[in-house]
């Protein structure tokens, strides 16, 4: 028989974050007591308003096919929340939904990328980056934001990592998984070389709600009008309002790059589903009470978990600004307790532990895990007193 596969999906890499979380959900379906923190999801339900408004628009029969690019009344609604959160005018034309903000960033790339265009990734990054730009026939090319710099890129690395192929650079702010957040001057800095150099930005903003400590979040697309000319903004209602299951992200750029990408979209998913459209109508028009709710929740459980997980014996760690992710550099806590490599550590915490943690290897840190703190405090207390006993129990000098 001939090959059943195409050349552009025999490299890639499986999401580390669904294998794992799916691992310990099997573990748990078998009775055996783990406690994942894997996911990155928020661990409250969507708020009432917004499952009243999706009960309301079924109920009012609003369950056809709606525009590929998205409902016109969720466009004004992404529209109004871009101009008072963001200070940021869009029009219609330049923005499109999409079935999350995975689908919306896949679509972005199908649409920009020829083949060979490089896009400039900085590390630690989301696993699903390198594999879309790759299944769009770009080239990643990554450049490390380290410890010492915050897990930030400067804008010396990025001007430095420009070829004459380059197309784009991704910023995620604050980013997934080391929760670090660019400040408005480290943007402009930025966005200063990608003007310079003509490149389009990809302004990752999945988790702008989440952010701590007094830190207000900047996008990149505010810096001037230059810069939001060449900025293609992403974001959604998945980590802000609780609806990752509801699958609504959102593109808001440039008209050409929109336009292509409905055109795509027309073809593959038809629209984002209609009832999560009405439902993140509301989550964008109505009461913001239930986000700072849950904003002030991941606050208050990072100030609990984190002195506990700094104090790891191997273990060190920043204190992240935004998101709900701990970036602990582990290499040390690994080779003291006999493991030959960081997944090796985290297979056994699994196994033993019973602690589910996301490998840093899918993120291009493979010295370091990812925890999610999108959990009930009394389980990631617990969670975190596990990992201390693990690692005590085998440390070897």
């Known amino acids: 028989m001939k ?31 783990v406690i994942g923190l894997g996911a990155g ?8 308003n917004i499952l009243d408004a999706a009960i309301d628009s079924m109920e009012k029969g609003l369950t056809k096919y709606t525009p590929a690019g998205g409902l016109p009344v969720l466009k004004e609604a992404i529209i109004n929340k871009l101009q008072r959160d963001n200070n940021l005018a869009y029009t219609p034309g330049e923005v499109m939904v999409g079935v999350g903000a995975k689908h919306v960033l896949y679509t972005l790339f199908q649409v920009i990328l020829n083949k060979g265009d490089e896009v400039i990734i900085p590390i630690p990054y989301w696993v699903s980056y390198p594999e879309q730009v790759k299944l769009a026939g770009g080239v990643p090319v990554y450049v490390e934001g380290t410890a010492e710099q915050q ?13 004459d192929n380059t197309k784009a ?22 966005a200063a070389v990608a003007v310079e150099k003509d490149i389009l930005i990809v302004s990752d903003e999945i988790y702008e709600k989440l952010v701590y400590g007094g830190i207000t979040h900047h996008s990149i697309a505010q810096v001037s009008q230059e810069v939001k000319a060449r900025t293609i903004v992403v974001n959604g209602v998945a980590k802000s309002h609780s609806m990752t299951g509801w699958r609504i992200g959102y593109a808001a750029g ?23 459209q009405y439902a993140a109508v509301e989550a964008y028009n109505g009461s913001q009470d239930a986000v700072e709710h849950m904003r002030q929740a991941f606050e208050g459980r990072l100030a609990t978990i984190f002195p506990k997980v700094a104090a790891i014996p191997g273990f060190s760690v920043l204190q992240p600004q935004g998101a709900f992710y701990l970036l602990p550099d582990v290499a040390e806590a690994a080779k003291h307790t006999g493991y030959e490599s960081v997944d090796a550590f985290v297979s056994a915490l699994l ?18 895990i990812r ?10 207390e617990e969670a975190v007193r596990r990992m201390d006993e693990f690692v005590k129990a085998k440390w070897q000098n």
Request: proline content about 6%.
């Open 3 to 33: 090959n059943l596969l195409a050349d552009r999906v025999k490299t890639l890499t499986p999401s580390t974050t669904l294998a794992i979380t799916a691992k310990a959900k099997a573990m748990k379906a078998e009775g055996i007591d």
């Open 41 to 48: 999801e928020p661990d409250f339900n969507t708020p009432r």
């Open 151 to 163: 897990y930030k890129i400067t804008p010396e690395q990025l001007r430095e990592a420009i070829t």
């Open 169 to 190: 650079v991704i910023i995620n702010s604050p980013s997934n998984p080391s929760g670090m957040i660019y400040n408005q001057q480290e943007l402009a800095a930025l």
């Open 254 to 276: 440039d008209a050409a790059i929109i336009k292509a990408m409905t055109d795509l979209a027309s073809h593959s998913t038809s629209n984002a589903t209609t009832t999560a």
């Open 351 to 368: 196994t033993e532990a019973k602690v589910a943690v996301i490998p840093g290897s899918g993120f291009g840190a493979p010295n370091t």
């Open 371 to 380: 925890l999610s703190y999108a959990t009930s405090l009394e389980l990631l």
